[in-house]
């Protein structure tokens, strides 16, 4: 009787520790079902988390990139100008027409030409540099300038390169009588009996006089209806 007493109490502990088991082994699920919850959330935060942060290096790359490109944009800019003025200088002293005051001015004029024309002032400037090769002194130059712009205008539009029209006018200005027949074939009509027995400076004079009869205000008309080099 006593071994049976005995025996039933042994299986009742072992229901009790079977039901504590399984309470523990249920709560260890819920357990896990809640921590498996919350890496899911956890990794569904962190993908939102480096979408955003993608996003957002994406249009930093975007902007800085952009500015950059403007920096050199501006870099190039000035030292184009820069090359194109020691070009011009470097021109005035081979001619021995160098004076650092009359260069000084000549940049402003440039600018000048570019509000009053569109042409762009390091065009301008490379003009100076091909007439400044023909031997023409500053003050020719400043003077033939407007004419030569007045004729691209009419004849070929805006260009950023006036080495053609700038070759053409220091042949024409520095050797008018030889050149201005040749120079019929490309527009520019001169009438020579007016050159003669005249000093080059009277010539030259001459000859943008009738140039300018011919094509004064062309090039302003032209940035006046376009706005100028595009």
Same mark, same amino acid.
């Given at each position: ?20 088991? @399984? ?24 993908? *939102?988390?480096?979408? =955003? ?6 249009? =930093?790359?975007? @902007? ?90 009419? @004849?070929?539009?805006?260009? *950023? ?20 027949? =040749? ?48």
């Amino acid at each position: 009787m006593n071994k049976i007493i005995g025996f039933n109490q042994i299986l009742s502990k072992f229901e009790v520790a079977l039901q504590s088991s @399984t309470e523990a082994v249920n709560e260890m699920k819920g357990s896990t079902e809640e921590l498996a919850n919350s890496m899911d959330k956890t990794k569904k935060e962190a993908t *939102e988390m480096f979408s =955003a942060i993608k996003e957002s290096y994406g249009k =930093a790359k975007e @902007t800085i990139s952009s500015v950059a490109k403007a920096i050199k944009g501006l870099i190039d800019i000035h030292m184009k100008q820069a090359q194109a003025e020691l070009q011009f200088k470097n021109s005035l002293i081979a001619s021995k027409q160098y004076i650092h005051s009359a260069f000084t001015e000549f940049k402003k004029f440039a600018r000048a030409q570019q509000e009053l024309t569109g042409f762009g002032d390091q065009a301008v400037l490379g003009a100076g540099k091909v007439l400044a090769s023909f031997g023409l002194s500053v003050e020719a130059i400043r003077s033939t300038i407007p004419a030569l712009l007045d004729v691209q205008a009419a @004849t070929g539009g805006y260009t *950023e390169d006036l080495s053609e029209i700038s070759g053409l006018f220091g042949q024409l200005m520095s050797k008018p009588e030889k050149m201005a027949e =040749a120079l019929k074939a490309k527009g520019i009509v001169i009438d020579t009996v007016l050159l003669k027995n005249k000093t080059l400076t009277e010539q030259q004079q001459e000859i943008l006089r009738q140039v300018n009869a011919i094509y004064g205000g062309q090039a302003t008309a032209l940035n006046n209806a376009t706005g100028g080099v595009k």
